[in-house]
């Protein structure tokens, strides 16, 4: 049977304890005696997962080779332990684990595992704040409250005891998965690039090789890459921890392999932002498809293709109202290294610079930005018409 405890509940036990307890005055007593606790059970806004949508009877823990059962109750469907009560000293908590009865409280063979607490090592062991073991110290005359992390997979003597709560904090890993695909114009300009090692060979169309950084409310979390296969065969799965009853904003940071100049590197290219167990658009069938360039028009995010320019480069006005068509200035290009897309030359130009006076042969460091991705150029400058 599920345990729901209430406030008045808890006021009414504090009432009797403290009306029960009399001052001892002659030491400490050997009998063992009960603590009521006021849990704290603040949560601004709760989240619900099928993952906890069942509720544990009791959890499992081994502490310091000894196994206990202790009974869970739940408060505004968050778990909570009954108090356990051990001598002072000094434990190491290898086991916890939720469990199910099944119904059959007098019948462990079918409970059910429905949460647990990772190893130290394990796959799933950086989703929680504290892996297993934990050490712990019990002290007499103090309530010990020991903060337990579980995940769960979308698969009294005074003198001489000490108390030890379990206040469980939820945590659900949950998963999506990517695929996109990179159009180049020119096989050459990625010979001997991973995408070289592709089954296929260079292709126009070729799966991207990416990765995706994951950011927990602002917080640098993991990153995951499809290198190791090359992009090709089998989507990315981005794995992450959603802490329940806590309002959590994630931003998934996609960066694709392209070359740069002569080098090949990964460059960031789009950001998902999403809340708690929100997913991404994928079209429904479960992968969320994206597409670098112009060569397929069906994909969940259709990014401008990519252009090889380079981060700075050398710019002086040359000549004022050339005869050339859409254009203002003579410019000559320089110091652009080698493997770009514009080298040094002499070439026409609409603006020189934004609203400041400018000079001819005077030479200027100028960043370079693609219009086709409007959002990385400065915001003094993104509304500005640079359609020409």
Known sequence: MKKTLYLSWFLIMLIFIASCRKDDNSGPSDENQGVSFALNTNSSSLKTTDCFSKEADYARVVISGTAYKIEVFYINSKPYTNTLKLPAGDYVLTEFMLMDDNNTPDDASDDILIAATPHEGSEFAQYVDQPLDINFTVEAFKKTELAISVLCYQESDYSRFGFIYFGIGQVVVRE?????????????????????????????????????????????????????????????????????????????????????????????????????????????????????????????????????????????ITGVDPNTSNSYVEVTLSDIAVGYEIANGIYPSSCADHNSPIFTNHPYEMNVYSSLYPDQIPAFAQSDKWEK
């Open 176 to 316: 999506q998965f990517f695929f996109g695909d990179i159009c180049i114009c020119r096989l050459d300009d990625y010979a001997n690039s991973l995408y070289s090692n592709q089954s296929t060979g260079l292709q126009l169309d070729m799966p991207a090789i990416m990765k995706i950084e994951v950011w927990r409310n602002g917080v640098y979390f993991e990153e995951f890459t499809n290198e190791e296969w090359f992009g090709e065969g089998t989507p990315l799965r981005v794995r992450y921890a959603d802490v329940l009853y806590h309002e959590d904003v994630f931003e998934f940071k996609l960066f694709v392999l392209v070359r740069q100049g002569t080098e090949f590197n990964y460059v960031h290219f789009h950001t998902w932002t999403f809340n708690d167990d929100e997913k991404i658009s994928n079209g429904g069938d479960g992968v969320v498809d994206f597409v670098l360039g112009n060569c397929l028009d069906n994909a969940d995010l259709i990014l401008p293709p990519w252009m090889n320019l380079p981060p700075t480069l050398t710019y002086t």
